[in-house]
């Protein structure tokens, strides 16, 4: 019952979204981030105590960037309801691509590709927009509690021929078969990996990283290509830089120095655009002396 009541609650806002100006729907979005940063105390604390110790800022600054950094979250959840109503113009006239020689170059090669970037900018609009343009795009996510509403996500993040497989049971397995055969994979690499991952330095700090786009691209073969879709006013900017290629026999050192090369990509993104990434999640939540033991 409240499954539907509240599935029934995202479709009407979702409705009206839509049906408003783009701009006008920014400023909703605005809205809700701001009462966000006020509601949500802890997520407040975590992200200004995240930014003062990996930027450097004073608490001022700190609680700013904090500020548009709950009002961006509101808006990526804002554009998400469109993007399913997004045409081919709409991407032509709204996305500025550099470097997609890079991924074409990649994906000629027919090796398959890892896509690797992080909670920042537009990911899912990323993944979309390659799909839009014929390539075979997988991603990897966590499915909503809410069956109806996960469907919902699905439908959009699958709406232009892309494919979402679930992060959870046999969907890591799939993920992995797309890049035998050759395709096209999204991963978010920036996520806490508690002791299963590897330790190198983001932001001014030890984090713990997944090292699945390395051991991925180790195990079949394929390009890692670093990209980011950047939010610019009511545009996006497609940042695709260089590929990263990983030997077969690559030991543990090189594992660690090619995700050490990936990290440091997310983290000039990340200084260049601070309020777009997701400084309300624990990134540092494990501690390298108690994960090292």
């Given at each position: 019952m409240i499954e539907s009541i509240?599935?029934?609650i995202f479709k009407l806002f979702q409705g009206i979204i839509v049906s408003?100006?783009?701009?006008?729907?920014?400023?909703?979005?605005?809205f809700i981030g701001f009462l966000l940063f006020y509601l949500i105390k802890s997520r407040r604390k975590l992200a200004i105590k995240n930014l003062k110790l990996s930027l450097g800022y004073s608490d001022k600054e700190a609680k700013k960037i904090t500020k548009k950094v709950f009002q961006d979250v509101a808006i990526k959840f804002i554009e998400a309801l469109y993007l399913k109503e997004w045409s081919d113009s709409d991407f032509e006239d709204k996305i500025k691509v550099e470097g997609l020689k890079y991924f074409e170059r990649a994906y000629k090669e027919n090796k398959g590709v890892i896509l690797f970037t992080g909670h920042i900018g537009n990911w899912d609009l990323m993944g979309i927009y390659l799909a839009s343009l014929g390539y075979p795009v997988n991603g990897v996510a966590r499915m909503y509690k809410n069956s109806k509403i996960n469907q919902?996500?699905?439908?959009?993040?699958r709406s232009k021929g892309g494919k979402v497989f679930n992060k959870k049971g046999k969907g890591i397995r799939k993920a992995f078969k797309s890049l035998l055969k050759k395709e096209v994979l999204?991963?978010?690499?920036?996520?806490?990996?508690?002791?299963?991952?590897e330790f190198v330095q983001f932001l001014n700090r030890p984090a713990s990283t997944p090292t699945g786009p390395v051991l991925f691209a180790q195990k079949t073969g394929a390009l890692i290509v670093p990209a980011y879709m950047i939010r610019e006013k009511y545009n996006y900017r497609l940042v695709i830089e260089k590929p990263i290629e990983v030997s077969k026999d690559a030991d543990k050192e090189e594992v660690k120095s090619k995700?050490?090369?990936?990290?440091?990509?997310l983290e000039n993104q990340v200084k260049q655009n601070p309020e777009q990434w997701l400084w309300l999640h624990r990134?540092?939540?494990?501690?390298?002396?108690e994960a090292l033991g």
């Open positions: 509240n599935y029934y408003l100006p783009r701009r006008i729907s920014y400023l909703i979005a605005k919902e996500i699905l439908d959009i993040r999204v991963i978010l690499g920036d996520q806490d990996a508690h002791n299963k991952g995700l050490q090369e990936l990290t440091l990509s990134r540092w939540k494990t501690n390298i002396k």
